[in-house]
């Protein structure tokens, strides 16, 4: 069993910065990927960036350029640096963890942008 738990949302003005962390605990196991999404009410859950066991990275178009993910294999933690923060990224974010061949979900934390 694995838990996931995120940290570092709050509220933010335009233009700022915010820096997400996820903390996996429970089983010792090897997590093969890892990665954040966000959802809006009333919309689909959507990804915004992924990190792979070999440290590739993929972000969502929407967030390349201002968003860096990172992740610390031997801590199983995974960061999510948010710069130029924009009102349309005001949303709950997620941490995800692939464990082959399960997923896991932290319940998210929230992340509001202002004008």
């Known amino acids: 069993q694995v838990q996931l738990v995120e940290s570092g949302g709050g509220l933010v003005q335009a233009g700022g910065s915010l820096r997400l962390s996820c903390a996996a605990s429970?089983?010792?196991?090897?997590?093969?990927?890892m990665s954040w999404h966000r959802q809006v009410p009333g919309q689909q859950r959507e990804l915004v960036a992924f990190?792979?066991?070999?440290?590739?990275?993929y972000y969502a178009d929407s967030v390349k350029g201002r968003f860096t993910i990172s992740g610390d294999s031997d801590k199983n933690t995974l960061s999510l640096q948010m710069n130029s923060l924009k009102q349309g990224d005001t949303a709950v974010y997620f941490c995800?963890?692939?464990?082959?061949?399960?997923?896991?979900w932290g319940p998210g934390t929230q992340v509001t942008v202002s004008s």
């Open positions: 429970g089983s010792r196991v090897s997590i093969n990927a």
């Open positions: 990190i792979g066991g070999g440290g590739d990275a």
């Open positions: 995800n963890a692939f464990i082959a061949p399960n997923m896991y």
